[in-house]
């Protein structure tokens, strides 16, 4: 990954080797409520060709939020439900 600051007020989050990687991390950022973009670099033979690229003022939060795994399915359930799992059946 590589960060800076380019040219359109852009801040560079992230460089992928495709853009379906890159979209989907964009994705996540907008659905955290930060305007995310994903550009092309269009060099063939460059294997980061596209960015991840973010408002300069939000790429520490994007950062952050990129850095933890999605929540599993116990997480999810502890958070709706307020009940911890139960535990597994020892042998």
Partial sequence: MSEGLESGGWALLAEYGSASAAEVD???????????????????????????????????????????????????DFLATGRLPEPDAAP
């Fill in 26 to 76: 964009a994705a996540f950022l907008r659905s955290e409520g930060l305007a995310a973009r994903v550009g092309n670099i269009g060099l063939p033979s460059c294997t980061c060709a596209f960015r991840l690229m973010v408002e300069p003022e939000s790429l520490e939060k994007a950062r952050w939020l990129l850095k933890f795994p999605p929540a599993g399915e116990a997480e999810l």
